[in-house]
RNA sequence: GGAGCCGUGGUGUAGUCUGGUUAACAUGCCGGCCUGUCAAGCCGGAGAUCGCGGGUUCGACUCCCGUCGGCUCCGCCA
């Protein structure tokens, strides 16, 4: 380069009139009056005018004209005012413009395959394609900086609060429980794998017993699972664990950093402390364990009423153990027999019998299944759901927790559906005291709920050998407007109870020596107490910037069939690299 | 593993339900004109065998089957 850059484009102002300056950047535009040509340079701070004048400018006026979009430039030249009625007011740099006088072409380009502007509306397969460019666009710049800025603030955050930033090995072991593993062949070990770390648990866990007592490390996770609009199989986590501390102290470890995170990126205060729902009455009111609290349409228990009419459906399901619940959709009552129907549909494929609806009018509740309920029962039933006139009533007959979960769901799909969800809001919110254990229908045995490492209320402990899944655990989530954004909990410190919990989870005294040995005997040596937590650093990025997609948030991620459009991974490899990892491939798929 | 939606010049869309002449529009691109634009303007031009394969038909962008790619959701994700 000729020219060494003294400026950068979106910092030039009225304050350097006058002034020579150095710019470098890509052609964002051009417009070419003739003799007079207007091109406007960008770089990442923003976008300043270029002007040539083929009078004034001579031979170098032949050159601009072959400037075509996101050529590379460096230009020197003056920055001088506008005249007041060019002013640009839509530009921050619009004050001023550069008559140039010198520039160095350093790189031509093809024309992008899209614009590189905000708010394009393109195939996301080209913008993934071509990441480079799509990354040139302003919007994108911007999630690179709040990211940055994301990254540096807990940091800061983290460090002044005592934490130590301690990174962990990413070639581990495989462990059973939790999610597919993305595992490594070993060349030097034949037929050995190493795992790609599902999260550092058992590391910060052994830092703990290590004498760290405060840790935190940002760092990459894998998960062989299939993606959604919120997950990638690769994602980074702020991982954080205490020494000597209860949950109490925990939370407020963590909404200190919320809240400094909240003023570094949202530029608001945070209200602290936070507000928080045990798991159960999570699911009661709101059938998830990740309620979005934005809005109401909270589900409401019509039990005792559904056991009492002669409606099969509901009192069999009472009768068989189950539950009834409803949600009010508030003013709704003006569905048709189609979108119900359609309704009906959803709610099976998520797996449930049916869906029961109620449509409140005037002269009372117009619905296939009034003839099951007397009027005294109709009436009781309108007063539970708070029905008023125009509203859409609808509801679930199943096992509890299914009746929970599927009206969870229904209340999500209505909420986005019917746009109820207001935009611009941040709900923050704990979740506490999930289950210790769930059960496994499919593999007949218990399974954990968070991790096996989670330790019992003291109080539930004696139920650990009666009555298993009544056992709660010192687990939290934080939820930020229905997004799990945080879980961690209180860890088991001592081998005993570790090996206890192993056992309920059906793991072989084999299986838990060579799996878990080195976390068992650590424990033997003096571990302290101790818990943490783990942010899912892109989902909270996503929120904060409200974005729909967590693909927007990470500069090259892959695809919801866990693809790189830009590089074409995953690949085949050759044979030779197959034989060095002593692997060979069977049914191979893509060629 | 399952369900739904999408795929038409470089880009975004129309046309597909109800098969029938040169596949339309906007923008971008190329060329010309033009000295105050900033979504510059005006004139002209090039550019798509309609994701791919097969079937039905005299005839397929359109109907049917399959397949590939993308998105969303369920399962899965301690």
Redesign the pocket.
Same mark, same amino acid.
């Given at each position: 380069m000729r020219l060494q850059r003294t400026y950068w484009c979106g910092n030039i102002s009225g304050k350097n009139i006058g002034e020579k300056v150095v710019l470098a950047g890509w052609v964002q535009?051009r !417009?070419?009056?003739?003799?007079?040509l207007?091109v *406007?340079l960008r770089d990442r701070s923003g976008l300043v005018?270029l002007?040539f *004048?083929?009078?004034r400018h001579g031979s170098l006026f032949a050159a601009a004209e072959k400037l !075509?979009?996101e050529y590379v430039l460096a230009v020197s030249g003056v920055v001088i005012g506008?005249s007041p009625?060019?002013?640009?007011p839509?530009?921050a740099t619009?004050e001023v413009?550069i008559s140039v006088e010198d520039m160095d072409l350093l790189n031509t380009a093809k024309?992008p395959?899209?614009?590189i502007e905000d708010n394009i509306?393109?195939?996301? #397969?080209?913008r993934l394609r071509y990441r480079y460019l799509d990354l040139r666009r302003p919007e994108m710049q911007e999630m690179l900086k709040l990211r940055h800025r994301l990254l540096m603030a807990t940091r800061k955050c983290l460090d002044e609060r005592g934490f130590l930033e301690i990174d962990t090995p990413m070639l581990t072991r495989s462990t059973p429980?939790?999610? !597919?593993d993305y595992l490594v062949p070993s060349r030097v070990s034949p037929g050995f794998f190493y795992a790609l770390p599902?999260?550092p648990?058992l590391f910060k866990q052994l830092l703990m017993v290590g004498g760290v007592e405060r840790y935190f490390q940002i760092t990459r996770c894998f !998960?062989d699972? *299939?993606?959604?609009? *919120?997950?990638q199989p690769e994602f980074t986590q702020i991982d954080m664990e205490l020494s000597f501390c209860t949950r109490t102290e925990i939370i407020a470890e963590v909404e200190a950093l919320m809240a400094d995170l909240f003023q570094a990126i949202l530029g608001q205060k945070l209200d602290t402390p936070l507000p928080a729902l045990s798991h159960s009455e999570a699911m009661e009111r709101y059938g998830s364990d990740k309620p979005d609290t934005r809005f109401g349409m909270e589900l409401q228990d019509i039990s005792e009423i559904a056991g009492e009419c002669s409606f099969k459906v509901f009192s069999q399901a009472i009768s068989g153990g189950g539950a009834v619940k409803g949600i009010n959709v508030r003013g709704q009552g003006t569905f048709s027999r189609k979108e119900l129907d359609d309704l009906t549909a959803l709610v099976q $494929?998520?797996?449930t019998g049916g869906l029961a609806w109620m449509i409140v009018t005037e002269d009372g509740f117009k619905t296939p299944i009034a003839k099951f309920f007397t009027a005294e029962q109709l009436d009781r039933l309108g007063k539970h759901m708070h029905a008023e006139n125009g509203d859409l009533l609808l509801f679930v007959a199943d096992k509890k927790e299914n009746t929970q979960k599927i009206l969870g769901?229904l209340r999500v799909h209505l909420a986005r559906q019917l746009d109820l969800v207001p935009e611009g809001k941040h709900h923050l919110l704990w979740v506490l005291d999930f289950p210790l254990f769930v059960y496994d229908h499919e593999e007949k045995r218990y399974?954990? #709920?968070?991790?096996?490492f989670t330790a019992p209320r003291e109080e539930d402990i004696p139920m650990l050998q009666t009555e298993p899944l009544e056992v709660r655990s010192l687990a939290y989530d934080l939820i930020y407007n229905g997004v799990e954004i945080a879980g961690g909990s209180i860890r088991i410190h001592g081998g005993e109870m570790q090996e206890t919990v192993f056992r309920l989870l059906g793991l072989t005294q084999e299986e838990l020596d060579e799996k878990f040995g080195f976390l068992l005997e650590a424990f033997e040596y003096g571990a302290p107490p101790h818990g943490g937590i783990a942010f899912g650093l892109d989902r909270l990025l996503m929120l904060m910037s409200e974005r729909k $997609?967590i693909?927007d948030v990470i500069a090259f991620p892959k695809?919801?069939?866990g693809?790189c459009?830009l590089t074409g991974a995953p690949a085949t490899v050759s044979p030779g690299q197959l034989k060095d990892l002593h692997i060979y491939t069977v049914n191979r798929k893509r060629s």
């Open positions: 535009g !417009r070419d009056h003739g003799g007079l207007f *406007d005018q002007v *004048d083929q009078e !075509r979009s506008r009625e060019t002013l640009n839509k530009l619009g413009e024309v395959p899209f614009y509306d393109t195939d996301e #397969n080209l429980e939790g999610a !597919r599902q999260s648990q !998960r699972e *299939d993606l959604r609009a *919120d997950r $494929s998520w797996g769901q399974t954990s #709920n968070h991790h096996p $997609s693909r695809t919801a069939a693809t459009l």
